[in-house]
C-alpha cells in the first residue's frame, strides 16, 4: 500500500511519501538504541515537563491537528479536534501519575529488604491504526515515555502527515531526538524490525491478521507484545432501561468516528418488550443524521477512510441480506452519493443502516462491521441477551442497560469482554485500563495497568 494522504471525502491524493530505504531504517533504529541509553536515566520530573510541553502543543494547535487528522482518514472535524484534546489529556495524566505507578513496592518476606522496582525495557515499537491518529499514538507514547523506554512508530500508511505531526509535537515537546520515531514503512517492514535485537517488546492496534501476523514474529523471538483488536460489542437493553437515553447513547456508540471504532457498540441487543419502541426510535434517529464533508460543522458523519474499506462493508451488508437479514435503513452507497453534492462522488461514503432479523447462521454473528451499520436483535430475557453477547469470537468492550441490580451484576460477572459499562458507552479514559479478551487481543492501555505492560518487574531480594 502507498503512503499518502487520500482524502476520503473527495479521492483526491494530497501528499505521497517515499518509503524509508535500508539504510534509513538503520540509522533510526542504532538512534533509538542511543538515545534509549541516555534517556533511561532521565529523572521522571524531566520527562514529565516534556510530556507536559508535549500538552500544551496539542491544545495550543488543535484545529491544525484537528484538520490534518480529518483531511487523511475523514472524521468530523469536531471529533478530531476533541481527539487532539484526549492526547494532551492522557499526556498530563501520565505527567502526573507515572511517578506514584513506577515508584518502589515494598513486600514482606523473609528477607530484611524485598521490594519491586519497575524498569525500562528499551526500544518499543507501535504499529498503529488510521482510526483514532493521534489518540492510539498517544495513549502508547505517553506511559512509555515516562517508563524511560523509547518509542518507533510504524503508523497506518494513509496517515502519514499524522505520523510526523506526532514526531514533531514530541520532538519540540523537548524530548532527545531518537526518543520517538516516526517510521515511513509499508507492513512488510514490521517483520524485520520486531526481530532486531534491539528492539525488545512491540504493540499493535488493529485487525486480527495483522496482530496475529507480529505476534507470531515477536512468539519467536520472545518478546512481549500487546495486542489491541477488532470487536463485536454487544449493547445490551432491558425493558427496565431508560429507553430515551438508552436510544440517543445507542447512536452516538455506534456512530462514533464514522463507525469505525474497535468499541463502537456493534450488536444492539434489545428485550422483545420494548424492542419496538426502540427500533421506531432508533430508525428516526439513524434517518435524521446528516452525511456529508466533515470539515462542515453540521456534518455527522463522514466518509470511510478508504475505499477498500467501503467495499468490504457493502460487501458485509449485502452477504447479510442475501443470507435472509432486513434492512430497516440504509444499506447501499448509492443512496448517499445520489443525494450529495458533486464533489463528494468520489468520497468513501456509507449511509447509516440497521439490520434486523439476522439469521443465526449468518456470517455478520461473527464479523466485525466497521462503519455506520447496526445489528439490531431482540431477545425474550436477560439469559439470552448474555448468551447472544458472549456469542462471537470478540471479547472487547460491553454496555448494557438496566435499573435492575440484580441484573447489573450479571451483566458484570458474565459478559465476557475487556470491560463492562452499565447504562453508559463504552469509551476508553486514560484513567481506566482499556484492552479485550478472546480474538480482541491481549494486555492492557492506559491507567496503571497501562504503563506496567512494557517494563521490567524487577525483583530485588536483601539479606
Ligand atoms: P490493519 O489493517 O490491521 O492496520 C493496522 C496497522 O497494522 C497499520 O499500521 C498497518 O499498516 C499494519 N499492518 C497491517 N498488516 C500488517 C502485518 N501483516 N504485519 C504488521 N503490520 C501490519 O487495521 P485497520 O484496518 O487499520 O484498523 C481497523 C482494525 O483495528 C479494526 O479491526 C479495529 O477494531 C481495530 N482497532 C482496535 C483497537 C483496540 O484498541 N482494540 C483500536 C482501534 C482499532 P498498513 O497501513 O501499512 O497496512
Known amino acids: 500500500m502507498a503512503i499518502a494522504t487520500i482524502n476520503p471525502t473527495t479521492g483526491e491524493t494530497m501528499k505521497v511519501f517515499e518509503p524509508l530505504t535500508e539504510e534509513e531504517i538503520a540509522f533510526k533504529l542504532g538512534l533509538a538504541q542511543r538515545t534509549f541509553e541516555q534517556y533511561r536515566h532521565t529523572s521522571l520530573a524531566q520527562r514529565a515537563e516534556w510530556l507536559n510541553a508535549a500538552a500544551k502543543i496539542l491544545l495550543d494547535e488543535r484545529n491544525h491537528f484537528g484538520k490534518i487528522i480529518t483531511l487523511e482518514m475523514g472524521k468530523p472535524i469536531a471529533a478530531a479536534m476533541a481527539e487532539v ?20 513496592v515494598a513486600i514482606d518476606t523473609d528477607a530484611s529488604h524485598s521490594f519491586i522496582r519497575y524498569q525500562p525495557l528499551g526500544i518499543v515499537l507501535a504499529v498503529m491504526p488510521w482510526n483514532f491518529p ?9 506511559p512509555g ?58 504493540t499493535l492496534t488493529g485487525s486480527e491478521a495483522a496482530g496475529a501476523s507480529l505476534a507470531s514474529v515477536a512468539g519467536k523471538q520472545l518478546k512481549k507484545t500487546v495486542m489491541e483488536l477488532g470487536g463485536s460489542d454487544p449493547f445490551i437493553v432491558l425493558e427496565s432501561a431508560d429507553l430515551d437515553t438508552a436510544v440517543s447513547t445507542a447512536v452516538t456508540a455506534r456512530m462514533i468516528n464514522n463507525g469505525q471504532s474497535c468499541i463502537a457498540a456493534k450488536r444492539f441487543i434489545v428485550q422483545e418488550s420494548i424492542a419496538e419502541a426502540f427500533t421506531e426510535k432508533l430508525v428516526a434517529k439513524y434517518a435524521a ?25 457493502d460487501a458485509q451488508v449485502r452477504a447479510c441480506v442475501k443470507q435472509g437479514a432486513t434492512l430497516l435503513i440504509g444499506g447501499d452507497p448509492q443512496i448517499v452519493s445520489t443525494k450529495s453534492i458533486v464533489a463528494l462522488q468520489h468520497g468513501n461514503f456509507y449511509p447509516p443502516t440497521i439490520l434486523t432479523d439476522i439469521p443465526p ?15 439490531l436483535y431482540r431477545v425474550p430475557d436477560i439469559d439470552a441477551a448474555i448468551q447472544l453477547a458472549n456469542s462471537t469470537p470478540f471479547g472487547l468492550g460491553a454496555s448494557a442497560w438496566t435499573q435492575v441490580s440484580e441484573d447489573r451484576d450479571r451483566f458484570m460477572a458474565e459478559l465476557e469482554s475487556g470491560s463492562v459499562f452499565i447504562n453508559g458507552m463504552v469509551k476508553s479514559d486514560p484513567r481506566l485500563p482499556f484492552g479485550g479478551i478472546k480474538r480482541s487481543g491481549y494486555g492492557r492501555e492506559l491507567g496503571r495497568e497501562g504503563i506496567h505492560e512494557f517494563v521490567n518487574i524487577k525483583t530485588v531480594w536483601v539479606k
Open 85 to 104: 484534546e484526549k492526547c494532551a489529556l492522557v499526556c498530563r495524566y501520565y505527567a502526573e501519575n507515572a511517578a506514584e505507578f513506577l515508584k518502589d
Open 361 to 375: 447462521d449468518a456470517s455478520a454473528n461473527q464479523e466485525e462491521f466497521f462503519g455506520p451499520v447496526a445489528l
Open 145 to 202: 515515555l515516562m517508563a524511560g523506554n523509547v518509542g518507533l512508530l510504524k503508523h497506518a500508511s494513509n496517515v502519514p502527515q499524522s505520523a510526523l505531526a506526532i514526531e514533531d509535537i514530541l520532538l519540540r515537546a523537548g524530548f532527545p531526538k531518537g526518543a520517538f520515531q516516526t517510521l515511513l514503512i509499508g507492513s512488510e517492514k514490521v517483520a524485520q524490525i520486531v526481530e532486531d535485537d534491539r528492539v525488545k517488546a512491540a
Open 134 to 142: 493521534f489518540w492510539q499514538v498517544f495513549r502508547f507514547a505517553a
Open 289 to 313: 443524521l446528516k452525511v456529508g464533508d466533515p470539515l462542515n460543522p453540521e456534518t455527522d458523519i463522514g466518509p470511510l477512510a478508504t475505499p477498500t474499506i467501503l467495499k468490504e462493508l
